[in-house]
């Protein structure tokens, strides 16, 4: 024994054995559920991952740091493209395998991801009609309640460019961040499509419009008033 410490595998780091038992990825579950499972799970991961970046987005603009502020909205529209691609692997499903899975969700919907309604809060779009879903817990409902009391990221842009003296440094973090909210929308309306495809006019899960209700959230922009500085 030479007293070195033994340094964590990579399995270890990831805590894989953990994570892949929570994915339920090696139960005996339909294969084609384990997939639509899988996309969500990590859907909610990756969302995760874009609160800890537009807070620290936040914080950079806050301190008047433009090159910071864009480098941590850099791996938004990526991140928001990988998911946008996932969508790609659930359209290879059969018909009656995406009813099946429909049928097993029952009122359970991707309606229901209280962090992606965090994403839009601490971006800016604050809907407090989604406080009332069906399905979110008081947790849920207390980090949301959260998010509406704090400043939110247009909030801190807005009162950025008003400090600004550099139009550079402005158009700078202005363009990156719409493009993450054009990923955002892109993501959506692929959302939209897939669900044309599966449902056609019929009613969507948790008794939502379906594809007519997620063609009108793709309207939708996070950051209205970034894209309104455009003009």
């Known amino acids: 024994m030479n007293g070195r410490a033994v340094e964590p595998s990579y399995g270890q780091i990831l805590q894989l054995?953990?994570?892949?038992?929570?994915?339920?990825?090696?139960?005996?579950?339909?294969?084609?559920?384990?997939?639509?499972?899988?996309?969500?799970?990590?859907?909610?991961?990756?969302?995760a991952v874009m609160l800890r970046h537009?807070?620290?987005?936040?914080?950079?603009?806050?301190?008047?740091?433009?090159?910071?502020?864009?480098?941590?909205?850099a791996p938004l529209p990526i991140i928001v493209s990988t998911l946008t691609r996932q969508f790609d692997g659930l359209a290879t499903l059969t018909p009656a395998a995406f009813d099946a899975i429909r049928t097993e969700l029952g009122s359970a919907s991707g309606?229901?991801?209280?962090?992606?309604?965090?994403?839009?809060?601490l971006c800016g779009l604050r809907d407090t009609r989604f406080l009332n879903t069906e399905g979110f817990s008081e947790g849920d409902r207390a980090r949301l309640r959260t998010r509406l009391e704090e400043r939110s990221v247009q909030e801190a842009y807005r009162d950025f460019v008003e400090g600004c003296a550099d139009p550079a440094a402005v158009e700078q973090v202005r363009g990156?961040?719409?493009?993450?909210?054009?990923?955002?929308?892109?993501w959506r309306a692929r959302h939209a499509v897939l669900a044309e495809r599966f449902l056609g006019g019929a009613t969507g899960t948790a008794g939502s419009d379906g594809a007519k209700y997620l063609w009108l959230a793709a309207r939708r922009r996070v950051l209205p008033d970034v894209w309104a500085a455009a003009s």
Do not use: M, N, W
């Not at 084609?32 to 969302?47: P, R």
């Not at 309606?111 to 809060?121: G, K, N, P």
């Open 17 to 47: 054995d953990e994570l892949l038992k929570s994915a339920r990825v090696h139960e005996d579950d339909d294969v084609d559920s384990v997939l639509f499972l899988a996309t969500h799970q990590s859907c909610e991961i990756f969302f």
């Open 54 to 73: 537009l807070e620290a987005v936040r914080a950079a603009l806050d301190a008047g740091d433009a090159p910071l502020a864009a480098r941590r909205v």
């Open 111 to 121: 309606f229901q991801s209280a962090q992606f309604r965090e994403v839009e809060y």
């Open 176 to 186: 990156a961040l719409i493009d993450f909210d054009e990923a955002l929308a892109i």
